[in-house]
């Protein structure tokens, strides 16, 4: 593992970081005239904070971090793409990580012209640790691994995960976006041991805001100074901003979504396999099930006839025959197994 420094693109190392009026000004005054903004205006006249400090206190206190471990984004995708414009040189550096695994990764890639290379998972969707560190090279910058992975639904081995941050010549990018849903531990507690992973959670999952678009990134203070260097300098809104401190507030509401979600979960998944056309029903450490089924095509057709919106997977790399099904309400689920018991295969 290289020093996070030799990392950076030379372009990014060299650059000034622009500076905004809300981030040369830091404590209390009475009058601002200093950004422009139109003083009529109540409430929302104002540029919000661009570090967000508010809101990473409440998320420091209650993930176990430093402020400065944090950086904020418009959904983890935002975190995504700066990771790759600030370390991935196009045509010359390139990107490893599993396959399938969350579509992302792969475009935001795509646009910034930096070779991607795929990693299949077994047959156990599962992660084999030697197979990807052999993909990396001297020019390979980030490794994303996301687990529990997107769509497959199950937790990666935690000790390939280890054996992957330990042993990759770049920055290890793991997605935590369902790791509320999973009786795996997060790797949260090993941030400070390893100052090339960079882990990625979310508001969208188990808190239920996907509306307000917040992404967390974690990482040593370095890399989350090189991120806020190159974002954009008011990318979490005002509104964003007082929606998450409010949902933050709710952390024993969460907890109980997330309780029964679980619960519905291993309700539907015992309904599900009494079905004679579903071949196979996989082990999920999410808020979703992978099933697979005789015709995904024709059962994603009937349902959207009846009203019922689930996500085809059938053309995703070893996910043949596969639909993935979001966890609802309970009267949710009772309407999909309704509609799924009238289905004739």
């Given at each position: 593992m290289r020093n996070i420094s030799e990392l950076i693109r030379p372009c990014i190392r060299r650059m000034k970081p622009y500076s905004s009026a809300r981030s040369e000004f830091q404590g209390n005054a009475s009058v601002f005239l200093d950004a422009n903004e139109n003083p009529y205006s109540e409430s929302f006249n104002r540029y919000p904070d661009p570090l967000q400090r508010e809101v990473k206190a409440r998320i420091?206190?209650?993930?176990?971090?430093?402020?400065?471990?944090i950086l904020l984004g418009n959904g983890s995708d935002e975190p995504?793409?700066?990771?790759?414009?600030?370390?991935?040189?196009?045509?010359?550096?390139?990107?490893?990580?599993i396959d399938p695994t969350y579509g992302m990764?792969?475009?935001?890639?795509?646009?910034?012209?930096?070779?991607?290379?795929?990693?299949?998972?077994?047959?156990?969707?599962?992660?084999?640790?030697?197979?990807?560190?052999?993909?990396?090279?001297?020019?390979?910058?980030?490794?994303?691994?996301?687990?529990?992975?997107?769509?497959?639904?199950?937790?990666?081995?935690?000790?390939?995960?280890?054996k992957v941050i330990k042993n990759a010549p770049g920055i290890v990018i793991l997605d935590?976006?369902?790791i509320d849903f999973s009786a795996h531990p997060s790797f949260m507690e090993k941030l400070n041991e390893?100052?090339?992973?960079?882990?990625?959670q979310t508001l969208s999952k188990a808190w239920g805001s996907a509306g307000i678009r917040?992404?967390?990134?974690?990482a040593g203070p370095e890399i989350v100074a090189v991120l806020n260097s190159?974002?954009?300098?008011?990318?979490?809104?005002?509104?964003?901003?007082?929606e998450a401190l409010k949902i933050l507030d709710r952390e024993q509401e969460v907890e109980e979504w997330v309780k029964t979600i679980l619960s519905e979960r291993a309700a539907l998944a015992a309904k599900l396999k009494e079905l004679p056309y579903i071949k196979q029903l996989y082990p999920s450490d999410a808020n979703f099930i992978l099933v697979k089924v005789d015709d995904a095509n024709a059962l994603y057709d009937y349902l959207i006839a009846e009203g019922i919106v689930i996500r085809n997977r059938n053309s995703?790399?070893?996910?043949?025959?596969?639909?993935?099904?979001?966890?609802?309400?309970?009267?949710?689920?009772?309407?999909?197994?309704?509609?799924?018991?009238?289905?004739n295969a």
């Open positions: 420091a206190a209650l993930k176990g971090v430093n402020p400065d471990q995504i793409d700066l990771m790759i414009r600030a370390f991935c040189e196009p045509h010359e550096d390139n990107i490893v990580a990764y792969l475009v935001a890639a795509e646009i910034n012209d930096v070779e991607y290379r795929k990693v299949l998972l077994n047959n156990k969707f599962d992660l084999d640790a030697d197979m990807l560190i052999n993909r990396c090279d001297r020019n390979t910058k980030l490794v994303f691994l996301c687990s529990p992975n997107n769509p497959t639904g199950n937790a990666l081995s935690h000790e390939a995960i280890e935590e976006a369902y390893y100052p090339n992973l960079v882990i990625l917040l992404g967390m990134a974690f190159i974002k954009y300098p008011y990318n979490i809104n005002e509104l964003t901003q007082r995703v790399s070893l996910c043949m025959g596969c639909l993935r099904i979001t966890i609802g309400t309970p009267n949710e689920n009772s309407r999909l197994l309704e509609a799924l018991n009238k289905y």
